[in-house]
């Protein structure tokens, strides 16, 4: 899922200030799951501000033919238009709407999934992935380095040095791939990067 | 063949010693002279670290010419790959080679957040065992890590570090076959200040053609004991080193004690020499040196 949480009501009302009318604009994807911004949140959202004048949820917002169909009529009668959904939802409604303001409700963290009161980032979308080398535990994602040829000198009781509650990526990696006898997989150094395939911004063919 | 000093001595199995210069928080460069000073005579090469924890401090390739230029101390260039991608690591170590620096140390680096500028960007474009692999490349194949040809190709040897408190220190040792796959020539530990530790790591590279250089770093007062077990990952400071400096009325005098056997029991395993981080002590390498009686 894509992680989000919702901004800052200050700073929200800061934004929507200039507004006199505004309309809310939910995901029932990634933040609808995470409680962000389903149909709970928009008419909370909603009750909170005062001056909203349509709302409601748009089964994906990344996906712009459901954002073309699905979009409510009302919403022309509005300035400026609160989306509660990730980046991506954010970019195509301003893209779909584009003479209104497109405010985002909330900020955009990561691809990652809920673990007891966190949300924790497990993929980093780079686009040569090398999980089953890895005993399928990501080294790019879970190591604040990204390290690929095994632990660096950091360790603490087999935590980071980066946040000592986070277990180390590759100590996670050694433990499994040594019961599982598989530890030839990472007895061979693995080359640089590649960072054609993860630097911004990227466009990949294959779309159906 | 030898470039450099450092090499020349482990090549002749001799004891070798290696010591550390911490590069001022300033432009003063009369703080590297003076370290390299108290150094040299004492140790065969410094090394100059690159800005260690993420702290922002003067950058090491021009505290490594100063050393040499100036004071006459060999260097061994500590690099990271916390700040640099693998076009500036390049480009640094053309310059360094170009300014006569004959020893590299290839790096991983500690992450920005532990530092004095927490917000910044981590680099980390390459680890430590594919920055050793393109330095090998660039000093052993003549090309960059894109197979460009150097007009001139640095002449360094490439040495590594190494941890022997991770426990199990199974996956630290993988990672030096790798290094030394990868071209290390030497290693250097993080500090050791217990035998126990320094054995079994003897035993875990035993299969293994690498001289290992053991760091250790006198303990200057009882906090930074503490300081130093609680905050550097592995460390593991003895009861009976705790209880002596605990017990000392002269605490600069106990540790030189301490760090000299601790050199002693260094050259009697078997390893090929030590690294030392003074770390404030300069003045007392040395002392600590010659009442170990590891180079009589």
Redesign the interface.
């Known amino acids: 899922m894509i992680v989000t949480k919702q901004k800052p009501m200050e700073e929200l009302l800061e934004i929507i200030k200039p507004y006199k009318k505004v309309a809310i604009m939910g995901c029932g994807g990634c933040a609808t799951v995470y409680e962000t911004g389903g149909r709970r949140q928009v008419s909370e959202l909603a009750s909170k501000l005062g001056n909203v004048v349509v709302s409601g949820v748009i089964p994906r917002l990344c996906s712009i033919e459901m954002v073309k169909t699905k979009m409510p009529r009302e919403i022309e009668g509005t300035a400026a238009i609160i989306v509660l959904s990730c980046g991506i939802g954010v970019q195509t409604v301003a893209e779909f709407l584009s003479e209104k303001v497109v405010i985002p409700g909330l900020d955009t963290f990561f691809m990652g999934r809920r673990e007891d009161n966190f949300f924790v980032e497990f993929c980093l979308g780079c686009g040569n992935c090398i999980l089953h080398t890895t005993g399928g535990i990501c080294p790019i994602a879970r190591c ?14 087999g935590k980071c ?2 946040d000592r509650t986070r277990d180390c990526a ?2 996670l990696i ?1 433990s499994k791939l ?1 019961s599982q006898t598989k ?1 030839h997989l ?8 590649d ?1 054609i395939k993860i630097a911004h911004t990227r466009k990949i063919g294959g779309a159906k | 063949m030898s470039f450099s000093n450092l090499m020349r001595s482990i090549e002749s199995k001799k004891f070798t010693i290696t010591g550390e210069i911490d590069p001022p928080k300033g432009a003063n460069r009369k703080v590297v002279v003076h370290q390299a000073k108290l150094l040299k005579g004492n140790v065969v090469a410094a090394n100059v670290t690159d800005n260690p924890l993420g702290i922002m401090l003067m950058g090491g390739l021009a505290c490594c010419a100063i050393m040499q230029n100036e004071v006459g101390l060999e260097a061994v260039y500590q690099v990271t790959c916390r700040d640099r991608n693998r076009i500036a690591l390049q480009s640094d170590i053309l310059g360094a080679a170009a300014l006569g620096i004959r020893n590299v140390l290839a790096l991983t680096g500690d992450h920005p957040s532990l530092g004095d500028h927490p917000q910044a960007k981590p680099v980390f474009d390459l680890d430590s065992v594919q920055l050793t692999a393109m330095l090998r490349k660039m000093v052993g194949e003549k090309t960059d890590l894109a197979g460009n040809k150097l007009n001139v190709a640095p002449e360094m040897h490439i040495g590594v570090a190494l941890s022997p408190g991770l426990s199990p220190i199974e996956p630290e040792i993988i990672k030096l076959e790798k290094k030394i796959k990868a071209g290390a020539e030497f290693a250097q530990t993080q500090v050791v200040y217990d035998i126990k530790v320094m054995e079994k790591l003897k035993d875990a590279i035993a299969h293994l053609d690498i001289p290992v250089l053991v760091g250790i770093a006198p303990l200057k007062s009882i906090g930074m004991a503490k300081f130093m077990a609680k905050n550097v990952p592995g460390v593991v400071i003895p009861k009976e080193i705790m209880e002596k400096l605990e017990k000392s009325k002269n605490i600069k005098e106990t540790t030189i004690e301490i760090t000299a056997e601790l050199l002693r029991d260094i050259k009697e395993i078997g390893f090929a020499g030590a690294h030392i981080m003074p770390v404030g002590m300069e003045d007392a390498v040395g002392e600590i040196i010659k009442r170990s009686g590891v180079r009589g």
Request: hydrophobic share 35%; with cysteine; aromatic share 14%.
């Open positions: 604040p380095k990204s390290m690929l040829n095994g632990p660096c000198g950091g360790v603490y009781d040095e980066t590759w100590m050694y040594k530890l990472i007895r061979s150094a693995a080359a640089p990067k960072f």
